[in-house]
């Protein structure tokens, strides 16, 4: 017996696919001369890349970043043969082998990735090379045998550590990179993330690569105003409770009513990614009211105050306030685990 398709979840995600498109254009005209790529990695940074990947492409975005070879196959369908680069680069022979079979480019990261890609046929791929946050990526003592192995890439590429802050760090990145382009030929180069593009037309060069911003982030003051929302978690209301002055709400009794109070009990938790950090912090709309976060959120409910909302009820929909500026400054949270953060459970 097949079973039957299970009722709509009681948590979603809404997505704003004007806000995703305005904001690529935005970044893509903010590159200048460069154009502008799209970091999809971590189901598009929690939005879905499902969703995400066809709306960006039909605004103009030709390339794509993941990060593991198992996001690929989502995307295969989506987008045109060599649009994608996986960043984690091939650490086996079998991920060689899927790269080939799927037309995806590795992204290089180390003269055993090279070895490695070149053993299997190698052909048109991408280069990561280290200039200054020892994450992955070749170092700069490598770049002669990098040169040497006579790779086809594409794009060329570093990453930026503190594009988000003005440092002298990003200076040297800079010129290292420049070096770095004078030394391995490739047909693009790129070095700027999200926060990156703002730093001005020297960090462009041929790509861009930005994620955070595309999904309503705001990493550097310069993009405030240019970039606009896309994640809005909503959840049902479970219950509707009448608590009485005294009652005390949810684990270790962190709230108790000082008043005769309406409030609803709604299907999220720190298992979605709402975490405990939100506890008396956290705030949810329901038309023009604003709904606080009562006592401790709980693994997968959490208790508002629907004094002002003497409408909502059971099976309503409310939406948090998760504008990621204003969420991370209230919730301590990065901005990208905001949205990171968001579970499967989230219909999206």
């Known amino acids: 017996m097949i079973p039957p398709e299970p009722p709509p979840a009681a948590l979603r995600l809404r997505v704003d696919e004007m806000a995703l498109a305005a904001n690529w254009r935005a970044l893509d005209r903010l590159s200048g001369r460069a154009s502008a790529g799209a970091a999809v990695k971590a189901d598009a940074y929690g939005v879905g890349a499902r969703r995400a990947v066809p709306v960006l492409a039909a605004a103009g975005c030709r390339d794509f970043f993941v990060a593991h070879w198992s996001e690929v196959a989502a995307l295969l369908d989506l987008v045109p043969p060599g649009s994608i680069s996986v960043l984690h680069g091939p650490l086996s022979a079998a991920d060689v082998a899927y790269c080939r079979a799927t037309g995806v480019k590795p992204v290089l990261n180390s003269l055993a990735q090279i070895a490695r890609w070149q053993a299997g046929g190698g052909g048109l791929c991408d280069l990561m090379i280290d200039s200054g946050i020892d994450r992955l990526g070749l170092a700069i003592s490598e770049l002669a045998d990098v040169a040497a192995a006579g790779l086809a890439i594409d794009i060329c590429m570093s990453h930026l550590a503190s594009a988000d802050e003005d440092v002298a760090q990003n200076g040297r990145q800079l010129v290292c990179f420049q070096a770095i382009r004078d030394a391995i030929p490739a047909r693009r180069y790129s070095l700027a993330n999200s926060a990156g593009i ?151």
């Not at 709402?274 to 976060?293: I, M, N, P, Q, T």
């Open 198 to 348: 703002a730093l001005g037309a020297d960090y462009h060069f041929d790509l861009t690569r930005p994620g955070l911003a595309l999904y309503g982030g705001v990493p550097r003051s310069e993009l405030a105003g240019v970039i606009a929302q896309v994640a809005f978690p909503q959840a049902a209301v479970l219950q509707v409770r009448l608590l009485q002055p005294g009652d005390a709400v949810g684990y270790n009794a962190t709230f108790v009513a000082e008043r005769a109070m309406r409030v609803g009990v709604i299907a999220l938790g720190y298992a979605d990614g709402y975490l405990r950090c939100w506890s008396g912090k956290g705030r949810f709309r329901w038309g023009d009211a604003e709904l606080a976060v009562l006592g401790r959120v709980s693994m997968d409910m959490t208790v508002i105050d629907l004094s002002d909302a003497p409408d909502c009820g059971e099976g309503d929909w409310i939406e948090a306030l998760y504008d990621l500026p204003a969420a991370s400054a209230t919730s301590g949270l990065s901005q990208y685990e905001l949205l990171t953060l968001l579970g499967m459970r989230f219909a999206r």
